[in-house]
């Protein structure tokens, strides 16, 4: 009966993660042609988003994090430099240690992808009774803490 469950589950995650995709894939792309570029890769949206969320982010910090070289970290740094989404800012007392902020280009981008959530939300609520609507935020709260235990 679990593997059933997992089976339908599977499906389900699967088709509602589609249905998600076609609404923020436009919305992403849009984000992006808004501000005349190429959409980033997964891997240049996971270090944007770290720089965005954290401070004092160093190349070394972003290795560490990930798990990875510095070249590789440098690599996509300077993507992003390119794509003037970051900026390197020296510190104060040592001028050889640089610190990577977000620019107000990619504070743009971030409070457009807060829109596009808010759109998708929409369009689930539009689609769920809002008994349904509840189970579902009660269950995103739960996986949420749940992965947080990790």
Do not use: W
């Amino acid at each position: 009966m679990a593997n059933k469950k997992i089976s339908i589950l599977t499906t389900e995650i699967s088709a509602f993660s589609r249905r998600l995709q076609d609404i923020g894939a436009d919305l992403y792309v849009r984000a992006f042609q808004n501000h005349g570029m190429a959409a980033l890769s997964i891997g240049q949206f996971r270090y944007l988003e770290v720089i965005y969320r954290e401070t004092h982010v160093t190349v070394t910090m972003l290795a560490e994090y990930f798990k990875v070289t510095k070249p590789t970290v440098s690599r996509v740094v300077n993507a992003l430099l390119q794509k003037k989404l970051i900026n390197k800012i020296p510190d104060e007392n040592d001028s050889r240690i640089k610190y990577l902020s977000v620019t107000d280009t990619a504070r743009e981008i971030y409070r457009y992808r807060e829109k596009m959530y808010g759109l998708m939300a929409s369009e689930i609520a539009k689609i769920l009774p809002e008994n349904k609507l509840s189970e579902l935020i009660s269950l995103f709260a739960l996986i949420e803490r749940g992965r947080q235990e990790e």
